[in-house]
């Protein structure tokens, strides 16, 4: 059974920093691409950055680009993002994506 499990997400001050955590199982992690999106609401979900299998290669949204990281761990199987300088239009609930599937999400708050 394939699943993925964010997490990370809190209430940040603007110009802080978080980093998610998405804990992948069920299908061969180190061979497969991963991604992250967001949803903020009433948006649409959008793509913010992925990661090849192998982890040198690397691909950013404009509107992240310069202040997220994407990386990944495939020895313990998990994809992370960093994310600095955090803007209030940065509030969403992030998912991490791969093999065809989502996790539940992770709540991320950016508010003085």
């Known amino acids: 059974q394939v699943r993925l499990v964010e997490s990370g997400g809190d209430l940040v001050q603007p110009g802080g920093s978080l980093r998610l955590s998405c804990a992948a199982s069920?299908?061969?992690?180190?061979?497969?691409?991963m991604s992250w999106y967001r949803q903020a609401p009433g948006k649409q979900r959008e793509f913010i950055a992925a990661?090849?299998?192998?982890?040198?290669?690397?691909a950013y949204a404009d509107s992240v680009k310069g202040r997220f990281t994407i990386f990944r761990d495939n020895a313990k199987k998990t994809m992370y993002l960093q994310m600095n300088s955090l803007k209030p239009e940065d509030t969403a609930v992030y998912y991490c994506?791969?093999?065809?599937?989502w996790g539940q999400g992770t709540q991320v708050t950016v508010s003085s």
């Open positions: 994506n791969g093999f065809d599937s």
């Open positions: 069920g299908f061969t992690f180190s061979g497969n691409a």
């Open positions: 990661i090849n299998s192998g982890g040198d290669s690397t």
